[in-house]
């Protein structure tokens, strides 16, 4: 497996699937230049390229399953995030709705904010101030941040999100904006298809929580540091983080109390 041309081999299969280089591009959703890169061996493909190509080209699972396996062989890769800021935040937001338009279970496990796909634009604003954006690139950020929310009106989903206590008592906006970002994140834990659960300071865990992490399925996993996006499919490290999960899950509060709690931080704000 691990001598296969990676490139070739998907360059083989949109010939043969009759497809064109530029179609195949603007659904995997990368530039036509980065596939021929790709396709021509020029460039490794990340697991994420990958998997959006491969679903691209529709081609069979099991052709999928053996090309996703030859993947693995950099199935662990770190992208600092300049190098997004250089390519374009909304870019990398486009590739990850990619990413999430082929998810039925989503799993997120934030203890440093608010996740992306339930943030206002002024606790997405708020978010980026210290990235040294441009006021031009980040509204471009803010938009495809939003569009990708669409997404969770997608009943054929589901959505798991967890998150600290403090991540909801984190004052980064005033506090009426602060309140505004809590009553969303009442409202979208009412959608059927929504978990929302929020681990109280006070309550006993088994693990630290070390850094944020998005579960996709059970194929894939992207974990967030300081200075850049951690991307692996190989399953123990997915296990790991699915363990990791189970367990923060175990210790958080979900539904009316879930909610009778952050209507409480919500309140404390508003008397401010």
Known sequence: MRGIDLGGALRELRLAGGKEAKAVARSAAMSPSKLSKIENGRLAPSVIDVERILTALEVPEE?????A????????????????RRAGLHKHQEEIRAIEARTRLLRVFQPSCIPGLLQSPEYIRAVQQHSELTPEVL????GARLRRQEILF???????????????RWEILPPSMMAAQLDKLVTMSRLPNIIVG???QGAPKAHLP??????FDSRLVIVEIPH???TTSEPK???QYAAKFQAFELAAVTGREMRSMVEDIRDDFLRR
């Open 237 to 239: 490290d997915v296990d």
């Open 139 to 142: 509204e471009k950020m803010i």
């Open 198 to 200: 929020v681990v109280p």
């Open 63 to 67: 052709v999928k399953a053996r090309l």
């Open 154 to 168: 997608d009943r054929a989903r589901a959505f798991h999100f967890l998150v600290t206590e403090s991540v909801l």
């Open 228 to 230: 850049a996006e951690i």
């Open 210 to 215: 070390t850094c944020s992490f998005v579960m």
């Open 69 to 84: 396996e030859a993947a693995r062989t950099i199935a662990t890769e770190a992208t600092a995030w300049r190098i997004y």
